[in-house]
């Protein structure tokens, strides 16, 4: 890897942490419209879908190697 690119990873990877995700944009979007006792649950369900997904993928991709 060059430096340019190297540097246009850099930049991508500073984007992408300071800007937020679908999940935060929509529990945000919900407590405001809806309180936040009503986006409680979808909060809560995010980090738990992601994990599934993770551990979902995971489990295919050892069982085809």
Same mark, same amino acid.
């Given at each position: ?8 990873? =850099?930049? *991508? %990877?500073? $984007?992408?942490?300071?800007?937020? /995700? ?5 529990? !945000? &979007? ?9 986006? =409680?649950? *979808? %909060?809560? $369900?995010?980090?738990?879908?992601? /994990? ?5 993928? !995971? &489990? ?6």
């Amino acid at each position: 890897m060059n430096w340019q690119e190297f540097t246009a990873l =850099l930049v *991508l %990877a500073t $984007a992408m942490r300071f800007t937020p /995700g679908p999940n935060t944009t929509l529990s !945000t &979007a919900l407590a405001a419209n809806h309180g936040l006792r009503r986006a =409680l649950p *979808l %909060a809560y $369900a995010v980090p738990v879908g992601w /994990g599934a997904g993770v551990l979902a993928v !995971t &489990a295919i991709w050892v069982l085809l190697i």
